[in-house]
């Protein structure tokens, strides 16, 4: 039997498979133009199989957006939290991923660990899906693309600049630097930087990202401005991540310094009047609702990709 496709990390897939999956989402969506959401894609690449979703975390967007991407590709799923299951009462990692093995045709995990859903793909034997985890979120960050790609056309050469706390969403960002030719700047407050081990990884592979505590410096002509929000599930230093993070609002003032072009994203849930302001939120220059809605298309094709189903659509 193949090893399972495991989708846990962008910089873990080659990159002519993250822009084969790329490209497939933007094909599948273009297909779908004029459908309605619950008609199933043409060459239903997710027939006959059903995807498990097991939720730590709360959920709008991967929750809603992994099960209308299963259903449009003619299969099924079956959502669970961890606190329904035998998980949430000492019942371990492993011998989880063993029954689940033997009963779906593959897992999304949102997940408080990292290190939890690493387990659980060492241990299946069916694709292992990262829906979040603490150290990273690889579905997040191939929505962006595909909304990038649709307002310029190519992600290659674009400057995107992140603004704020380095986090889980940054270090995707990060492991997908040289698999996608982009050049990253981060802005961050020392203390709420990104993960070092990420960085030194992309260095490695090329990957051309820069690091300052200056926001003007980071958005200066840059393609696009992202950022996310400060305090995340989890967080028990809301103060001072308020504090450290307060001169990294996203306003129209800083968004005056990136390229005319230029385009705000957030990947939601956002607070308006804290990490960014609602004049730019709002603004004719965000695409955060064709971010949310790109998570369907993105999953599509991540689920193809697992299922070896990529393909002519």
Not at 136 to 141: D, T, W
Request: with cysteine.
């Amino acid at each position: 039997m193949a090893e399972p496709r495991h989708f846990i990390d962008l910089w873990r897939l080659a990159p002519s498979d993250l822009r084969a999956i790329l490209d497939d989402a933007r094909a599948r969506k273009a297909a779908r133009k004029g459908w309605p959401q619950g008609r199933v894609d043409a060459d239903a690449p997710g027939a006959e199989r059903t995807l498990a979703m097991i939720f730590q975390k709360n959920s709008t967007r991967t929750r809603f957006s992994f099960d209308a991407a299963m259903r449009q590709l003619g299969g099924d799923v079956i959502i669970s939290t961890a606190a329904d299951m035998q998980l949430g009462r000492g019942e371990t990692v492993a011998d989880t991923a063993m029954v689940l093995s033997r009963m779906v045709d593959a897992v999304m995990i949102r997940a408080n660990s990292h290190d939890d859903v690493e387990e659980f793909a060492r241990v299946a034997s069916v694709p292992v899906i990262n829906g979040l985890t603490d150290r990273s979120h690889p579905c997040q960050i191939l929505a962006n693309f595909l909304t990038i790609e649709e307002r310029f056309g190519s992600i290659d050469g674009k400057v995107l600049a992140w603004v704020g706390d380095g986090n889980n969403v940054c270090s995707s960002f990060i492991h997908a630097a040289a698999a996608f030719n982009f050049e990253l700047r981060i802005a961050a407050p020392a203390a709420y930087g990104p993960n070092a081990v990420d960085l030194a990884r992309t260095a490695e592979r090329q990957g051309r990202v820069e690091v300052t505590d200056d926001p003007r410096a980071a958005v200066a002509g840059a393609d696009a401005v992202i950022t996310d929000t400060w305090v995340s599930m989890g967080d028990t230093d809301h103060d001072a991540r308020l504090a450290a993070l307060g001169p990294y609002q996203v306003d129209a003032g800083l968004m005056a310094l990136a390229a005319p072009h230029a385009i705000f994203m957030h990947d939601l849930p956002a607070h308006r009047g804290e990490e960014v302001t609602a004049e730019v939120f709002d603004g004719p220059r965000s695409t955060v609702w064709d971010e949310a809605e790109n998570r369907i298309h993105a999953q599509k094709s991540v689920l193809a990709w697992c299922f070896d189903r990529l393909g002519k659509v």
